[in-house]
């Protein structure tokens, strides 16, 4: 009897180390990391843990897997505070890995988006620029003619979650397949290269989702005339692609040769100039019918159409004297 007293003390005593080493918090204080790759097993995951101060014993976490079971997820995994190793064993189980936020907002163009990835953490700006003009086979589907100079137009605008380590060619492959899901639900199946410049265009000229339609039709009834579009945010893109833009369009600007000149070249610019959005994709695929040929942005932000030039003057002498105001 004594020996069996002795053995159930013994277990009550194994038994609460383990509960205090499984369900007594436990780990970092500060930002900690565990990276676990693919493929690793439970037991160099329980080591990893341990040996990053996450876990007291990977014993525990053995018998954790042996009550639990379930398959752990690779993937990287943040810890800034003490957890107790059962919430530890089920943030793996689950797969809650690290990400972080990269926001896009409607309208940024490749080099905007090249300073946001890097801003975020996940690169240099540079590096990321070179990928955006390296890898336009993502975009082969959608493309005919010469190979595109980039992916300008096909990263859709978005909130994206990625992982610390994402490469640019992964978060590129996100942007562009976001891309393909917001067009394909748009119907957007024809003419997708002259829709996305199209789109691009609107969403740089106006903001009002309503003016989209209004602007798209202005462009169209542009185009069919022969009359330049003669649009500024184009001007600014080629000045962006010749590493000379200084922050207003000067004269030399509008004289410019490049081919994203509007007010030079007739047509369409060769690419888009930034990434739109639905809206401004929506209102290039239908665009309103009207007689306009301008617009001008009025002193409330909103725009202002004419289907006369000197409509257009009177409209572009109210903004002058309404900013002096």
């Known amino acids: 009897m004594k020996f069996l007293g002795t053995l159930l003390l013994l277990l009550l005593i194994a038994a609460a180390v383990a509960a205090g080493v499984i369900y007594l918090p436990y780990g970092p204080t500060t930002e900690t990391f565990v990276d676990i790759a693919p493929g690793t097993s439970t037991e160099s995951i329980a080591a990893q843990l341990q040996r990053s101060g996450v876990i007291r014993s990977r014993y525990g976490f053995y018998l954790l897997r042996l009550t639990k ?22 943030h793996i189980l689950h797969g809650e890995i690290y990400t972080r936020a990269l926001t896009i907002p409607e309208g940024f163009n490749i080099f905007d988006i090249a300073q ?11 590096a990321f620029l070179a990928a955006e003009r390296q890898h ?12 595109p100079a980039s992916l300008e137009g096909y990263l859709f605008p978005d909130t994206y979650q990625f992982s610390r380590h994402a490469t640019p060619l992964q978060i590129l492959s996100a942007m562009v397949h976001r891309f393909h899901q917001e067009s394909a639900q ?30 798209a039709g202005v462009f169209v009834n542009r185009l069919a005339k022969g009359i330049p579009l003669a649009t500024d945010p184009t001007v600014i893109y080629a000045a962006l692609l010749d590493n000379r833009w200084r922050g207003t369009i000067y004269a030399s600007d509008l004289q410019s040769p490049s081919p994203y000149n509007t007010y030079k070249h007739a047509g369409l610019p060769p690419g888009p100039i930034a990434n739109p959005g639905v ?7 239908r665009p309103a019918r009207t007689d306009y040929l301008y617009f001008v942005s009025d002193a409330a932000g909103h725009t202002r159409f004419s289907a006369t030039l000197q409509e257009h003057a009177q409209q572009v002498q109210s903004y002058r004297q309404a900013q002096k105001h």
């Not at 379930?70 to 064993?89: C, I, N, S, W």
């Not at 809206?279 to 695929?285: F, N």
């Open 116 to 126: 946001a990835v890097q801003d975020a953490g996940f690169g240099s700006r540079d």
């Open 69 to 90: 079971g379930g398959r752990l997820q690779a993937g990287e995994y943040r810890f800034d505070h003490k957890l107790p190793m059962t919430d530890v064993y089920n």
């Open 136 to 147: 336009t086979e993502l975009i082969a589907a959608w493309t005919d003619g010469p190979t």
């Open 186 to 215: 748009l119907g957007l199946t024809h003419d997708i290269p002259q829709t996305v410049i199209m789109a691009s265009l609107i969403e740089k000229e106006v903001r009002q989702d309503a003016e989209r339609p209004l602007v």
């Open 279 to 285: 809206a401004a994709l929506r209102a290039a695929m």
